[in-house]
C-alpha cells in the first residue's frame, strides 16, 4: 500500500477545490445541517460536506463586514457564535500615519442559524503595543457550557534580525529553479498564548488566570514562543491544548479547571516544524490532531510542510497511533521525534539589501518535486471528519517559459472516521487507560 499522495485514498468520500485558503471552520447544527464560515462569508451543507450552498456575506447589525476566525455552538437553538476580529482605532494610540492597527478578537452571537447577527461584542481590551491573533477554527464549547477560545500575541520586531539586516529566506531548487518554500524559522519576535472564555454565551469574556503561556524550558534560561494554540475537552472540565514551536514538536498544556488555568507547556512525541495542529475530541471520546508531521532532517532539507499528518490518542492524549497521511509528498506515515531544540532549514538565501559576505545559498540543493500541505481545518460531523488545508500542489515546468507553474488554494478532504482507524471500526485500547487521572493545578 503507498501513503503518497495519501494513506487508503479508497475510502475518501470527497475531495474538492475552494478559494478560502486557511479561513475556514465548521460547525454541526441540530438540524443537521454543516456550517461553514470562511472570513467574511458563510455556506451551508446539507450533506455532510459533500456540496454547499451559495455563498453569503457576513454582516453585523450595524451593516459592518465580519471577519471571521472559527465558530461554535450557543446555548440556543441553531445558535451561532462567531469570533471575528477588528482593528483598534487609531486615536486611541500614537500611531504613524499609514501604519496597521494591532488587531483584538470580537464576538458575534447569531440566534437564527446565522442569517442576522449582533453588533460586536470585544473579547479582551485592545492593545497599542501588540495585536491578538488567532489560528481559525479553534473556538469550542464545553460540557459545562463555556465557550474557550485560546489567542496568541506576538511582539518584537518584524522582518529584520538582531542586526537589523532582513531576514534569509528558505528555499530549494525544484526542477533547476529556486523556490521559496516556507517561512517563519527566523521570526525576530517573541510570541505567547493566552486563553478567554466566557461563561454567559459569549456576552462578557475572561481570560485565564495565570498569564501568558510561553515555554520555559530551564528556569531562568532558554525562554521559547508558543503560537496558533488549539484546544479540545478531553474529560468534563479537562482540557487539552497543543502549540506550534520551533522546536521540532508540538507542545501541549493542560487545563483542569474548564480553561481557567493551565500548565506550563511541555513538548509532545509528536515530530513538527513550524507549523499548526488542529486537536478534536471524536464523538467516542478519542482524540484526533492533524498536524505537519516533519523530521529534523527535512526541515534541514527545505522539505517543509510537505506531509500532511494524522493521529489518534484513545488515552486522553498520551499515547498516539494510527498514524495516517492526509497528503504527503513521502511514504512514511510516522516521523520518530528528534531532539526539543530550535530547528531551521540549511537551504537559506539573502535578500539583496543583505551584504554580499553573509551566507551564500551553497546548501540549496535540487529535487524533482515540492508541494506544500498545512494548515489543517477540522470539523467531525456525526461519522466522518472535514478536513481542510492549505495547499501548493507540486511545482512543474513551463511548457515555453523558463517558470515554474504554481496551483495553489484550499483543498477540502470528506473521510470517514474509520480512515483515521488505519481503515478499521474504532475501539478502545486494553492496553490504555481511557483517561489521564487528576493531576494537580500548576
Not at 53 to 58: A, F, G, I, K
Not at 66 to 91: Q, W
Not at 169 to 181: D, M, P, S
Not at 391 to 396: E, G, S, T
Request: aromatic share 10%.
Amino acid at each position: 500500500m503507498s501513503n503518497v499522495p495519501m494513506t487508503r485514498p479508497d475510502l475518501l468520500i470527497s475531495t474538492q477545490q475552494h478559494p478560502y485558503g486557511h479561513t475556514s471552520s465548521y460547525l454541526e447544527l441540530e438540524d443537521g445541517c454543516v456550517y461553514h464560515s470562511a472570513w467574511c462569508i458563510s455556506t451551508i451543507s446539507q450533506d455532510g460536506g459533500e456540496t454547499w450552498s451559495d455563498e453569503y456575506r457576513l454582516n453585523d447589525a450595524g451593516g459592518e463586514q465580519i471577519n471571521s476566525t472559527a465558530n461554535v455552538s450557543l446555548n440556543c437553538s441553531n445558535g451561532i457564535g462567531l469570533v471575528g476580529e477588528k482593528r483598534m482605532d487609531p486615536s486611541q494610540g500614537n500611531f504613524r500615519p499609514g501604519k496597521r492597527t494591532p488587531r483584538y478578537p470580537v464576538f458575534y452571537r447569531s440566534e437564527d442559524g446565522g442569517k442576522t447577527w449582533s453588533e460586536p461584542i470585544p473579547m479582551v481590551a485592545p492593545h497599542s503595543l501588540f495585536g491578538f491573533n488567532m489560528l481559525m477554527d479553534v473556538a469550542i464549547r464545553t460540557s459545562s457550557g463555556r465557550i474557550v477560545v485560546p489567542f496568541y500575541v506576538s511582539m518584537g520586531k518584524s522582518g529584520t534580525g538582531p542586526d537589523d539586516n532582513p531576514l534569509p529566506i528558505a528555499g530549494k531548487l525544484v526542477h533547476n529553479q529556486f523556490v521559496h518554500t516556507t517561512g517563519h524559522f527566523f521570526d525576530p519576535s517573541f510570541a505567547g498564548a493566552i486563553v478567554c472564555y466566557s461563561d454567559d454565551d459569549g456576552r462578557t469574556w475572561q481570560t485565564n488566570s495565570d498569564g501568558m503561556l510561553f515555554i520555559l524550558n530551564d528556569w531562568n534560561a532558554n525562554f521559547a514562543s508558543v503560537n496558533e494554540p488549539t484546544v479540545t475537552e478531553v474529560t468534563p472540565g479537562r482540557l487539552l491544548m497543543f502549540f506550534r514551536t520551533g522546536l521540532g514538536r508540538l507542545f501541549q498544556s493542560w487545563s483542569t479547571d474548564d480553561g481557567e488555568s493551565w500548565t506550563r507547556p511541555r513538548p509532545t512525541c509528536l515530530a513538527a516544524c513550524t507549523t499548526p495542529a488542529q486537536l478534536r475530541t471524536l464523538p467516542n471520546g478519542h482524540l484526533l490532531c492533524v498536524w505537519n508531521q516533519t523530521s529534523e532532517q527535512e526541515v534541514q532539507l527545505g522539505l517543509n510542510r510537505t506531509r500532511l499528518s494524522s493521529a489518534i490518542s484513545r488515552d486522553g492524549g498520551r499515547v498516539w497511533e494510527f498514524y495516517q497521511n492526509i497528503e504527503s509528498l513521502h511514504e512514511s506515515t510516522r516521523v520518530p521525534p528528534g531532539p526539543i531544540q530550535p530547528v531551521r532549514p540549511q537551504q537559506t538565501y539573502f535578500l539583496d539589501a543583505q551584504p554580499r559576505d553573509a551566507w551564500p545559498a551553497e546548501h540549496i540543493q535540487d529535487f524533482d518535486q515540492w508541494g506544500r500541505w498545512s494548515y489543517p481545518m477540522v470539523g467531525v460531523v456525526k461519522d466522518r471528519v472535514l478536513v481542510s488545508y492549505k495547499y501548493l500542489a507540486p511545482l512543474r515546468p513551463h511548457e515555453t517559459e523558463a517558470t515554474l507553474i504554481q496551483e495553489g488554494g484550499q483543498r477540502l478532504k470528506v473521510l470517514p472516521i474509520n480512515w483515521f482507524y488505519g481503515g478499521k471500526q474504532p475501539a478502545d485500547n486494553p492496553s490504555l487507560k481511557a483517561a489521564y487521572e487528576p493531576v494537580a493545578k500548576p
